[in-house]
């Protein structure tokens, strides 16, 4: 499966036409583009089939399917995992929807961060993650991965039918039996700090039987809303990757700035550091304010058009960045340092020579590193504008399955 966003949602012309939009400037029409593809239809979903080796992901994926494990095109079963990568099934019952069938997560060797990287985890959708007779570690873990990454799943207590015949044999009322199951999986999730999500007691091989009904139609049903939670999670990244052409135009002119600050630095006056570091700063930051600033007449067509005030959107675009106040922590030594040495530079205590050169260099680090966190703050402004007109309730459907079929 592609790393890259884009190409799921636009073909190979309409992402060289987006990337060049941006350059030129025109944010809007970019924005409202990307928004406009959330109502197609033609986009593929793509949900993981998930758990440890035998839980009988295959099985339940040929079963979705309406194929038996012997047929052309069928999921090998057996017990065995017979590719350490993902393989993709289309689900004929849903148009643009791909199961796929993930190698176990206990079978491949790995610790659990080298198989997520393996199966490539966050690619998915939407999961769904098959347990048989107990609620296991790594269901604890994987469910905790998706949590993180804001999307949905379901959970699918595999093989009921031999709890059932068990039960039987032990005299055991079924329907208590079954209570009892659910309220362990909750609790398990609950244990390990996770949302409880729908929880489906199946058997693999019955589709009318137990809750394989029940999955089939929630799934249905969940679709358009897992749709949406895709598209918008998928929004930071497909902005990211708009952007990256005029990125890299910006980030040559941030360089020669900063090579432009320290070149200045080397000439003979102790009060050069701080001058060309501030002068250099100042000029860069302005510039990069006008080649991706958001005009208040563009964000006028942008509330027009989508029944939102400007206040609002603008209050989306400063939504702080989490990594800022740790940014700010080298910025203010190394303007301690220019000044330092600006300091030192008027009352001659060092050698010239020595103060020009650690002015200079302070000096274009400064530079630098205040303009690229310019930079990368004025483009997720845009990547905030950009999401913040997407619904952001996706979670929620989910959790009101699991109580209706709890």
């Known amino acids: 499966m592609a790393q890259s966003v884009l190409p799921k949602y636009f073909s190979d012309t309409e992402t060289r036409s987006l990337q060049t939009g941006y350059s030129n400037g025109d944010v809007v029409s970019v924005i409202l583009r990307i928004k406009r593809v959330e109502d197609s239809g033609n986009v593929l979903i793509n949900i993981a089939v998930l758990g440890d080796g035998g839980a009988g992901k295959s099985t339940f994926i040929n079963t979705m399917r309406g194929v038996r494990s012997g047929d052309q095109g069928a999921a090998p079963v057996g017990g065995y995992e017979a590719s350490v990568n993902p393989v993709g099934y289309p689900y004929p019952s849903l148009p643009n929807v791909q199961l796929w069938d993930l190698p176990g997560s206990n079978s491949l060797g790995f610790e659990m961060s080298r198989?997520?990287?393996?199966?490539?985890?966050?690619?998915?959708?939407?999961?769904?993650?098959?347990?048989?007779?107990?609620?296991?570690?790594?269901?604890?873990?994987?469910?905790?991965?998706?949590?993180?990454?804001?999307?949905?799943?379901?959970?699918?207590?595999?093989?009921?039918?031999?709890?059932?015949?068990?039960?039987?044999?032990?005299?055991?009322?079924?329907?208590?039996?079954?209570?009892?199951?659910?309220?362990?999986?909750?609790?398990?999730?609950?244990?390990?700090?996770?949302?409880?999500?729908?929880?489906?007691?199946?058997?693999?091989?019955?589709?009318?039987?137990?809750?394989?009904?029940?999955?089939?139609?929630?799934?249905?049903?969940?679709?358009?809303?897992?749709?949406?939670?895709?598209?918008?999670?998928?929004?930071?990244?497909?902005?990211?990757?708009?952007?990256?052409?005029?990125?890299?135009?910006?980030?040559?002119?941030?360089?020669?700035?900063?090579?432009?600050?320290?070149?200045?630095?080397?000439?003979?006056?102790?009060?050069?550091?701080?001058?060309?570091?501030?002068?250099?700063?100042?000029?860069?930051?302005?510039?990069?304010?006008?080649?991706?600033?958001?005009?208040?007449?563009?964000?006028?067509?942008?509330?027009?058009?989508?029944?939102?005030?400007?206040?609002?959107?603008?209050?989306?675009?400063?939504?702080?960045?989490?990594?800022?106040?740790?940014?700010?922590?080298?910025?203010?030594?190394?303007?301690?340092?220019?000044?330092?040495?600006?300091?030192?530079g008027l009352t001659g205590t060092f050698p010239p020579v020595l103060l020009i050169v650690c002015g200079a260099v302070s000096s274009l680090a400064f530079t630098l590193l205040v303009l690229m966190c310019s930079l990368d703050d004025r483009l997720r402004s845009v990547q905030n504008l950009a999401g913040a007109l997407f619904d952001e309730t996706g979670v929620t459907v989910y959790r009101s399955v699991a109580v209706s079929t709890a």
């Open 115 to 344: 198989y997520l990287k393996q199966v490539q985890f966050e690619s998915y959708d939407f999961y769904i993650i098959v347990s048989q007779s107990r609620f296991r570690e790594s269901d604890g873990e994987l469910s905790k991965k998706i949590q993180q990454q804001g999307k949905g799943f379901y959970y699918i207590r595999s093989k009921i039918d031999n709890d059932a015949y068990s039960m039987q044999m032990q005299g055991t009322d079924f329907g208590e039996g079954q209570r009892q199951i659910r309220q362990d999986c909750l609790d398990n999730f609950h244990r390990v700090s996770v949302e409880p999500p729908a929880i489906f007691l199946i058997s693999g091989l019955e589709v009318t039987g137990y809750d394989f009904p029940k999955l089939q139609s929630a799934l249905a049903s969940d679709l358009p809303k897992i749709k949406s939670t895709a598209y918008r999670l998928a929004i930071p990244r497909m902005m990211q990757e708009i952007q990256r052409p005029r990125r890299q135009i910006l980030m040559w002119c941030i360089i020669l700035w900063a090579f432009l600050s320290g070149a200045l630095g080397v000439l003979r006056l102790p009060t050069l550091p701080l001058l060309t570091a501030t002068l250099c700063t100042v000029s860069g930051w302005i510039y990069l304010r006008r080649q991706l600033g958001v005009s208040e007449r563009e964000l006028g067509i942008l509330s027009g058009a989508v029944a939102k005030p400007v206040s609002l959107l603008k209050a989306d675009m400063d939504r702080p960045s989490p990594h800022k106040l740790q940014l700010l922590v080298p910025k203010a030594l190394l303007l301690v340092v220019i000044v330092a040495f600006t300091v030192v």
